[in-house]
């Protein structure tokens, strides 16, 4: 899985297209990513104490992380990721539009 929680993606195909969110959570089993204010579903929720109402809540859905791209933070496009080994042994992801290291 290339994308982590707290990145910034953009969305690139779906009814969301062009949207740009924070990454909420990411499902690596299912290769999916929730991502802030994109896919939204309105669930209607029944009358409760604390909500004696009901209501409707606005709820992020999953969606396929092949969807989505990461937005570089250094550069703040969005870019493919290269991987780097770095001096001290460690895995780094490589922005390949400026080349920055993105963790
Ligand atoms: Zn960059």
Do not use: F, W, Y
């Amino acid at each position: 899985m290339r994308i982590k929680k707290g990145d910034s993606v953009l969305v690139t195909t779906g009814k969301d297209a062009g949207k740009k969110g924070k990454v909420l959570r990411v499902i690596p089993d299912k290769n999916r990513v929730v991502i802030e204010g994109v896919n939204r579903v309105k669930k209607h929720q029944k009358p409760s104490r604390s909500l004696p109402q009901g209501g409707i809540l606005k709820i992020e859905t999953p969606l396929n992380a092949s969807n989505v791209m990461l937005v570089c933070s250094r550069c703040n496009k969005p870019t493919r990721i290269a991987h780097k080994i770095m001096e001290n042994g460690e895995k780094a992801r490589i922005c390949k539009q400026c080349g920055e290291a993105l963790d």
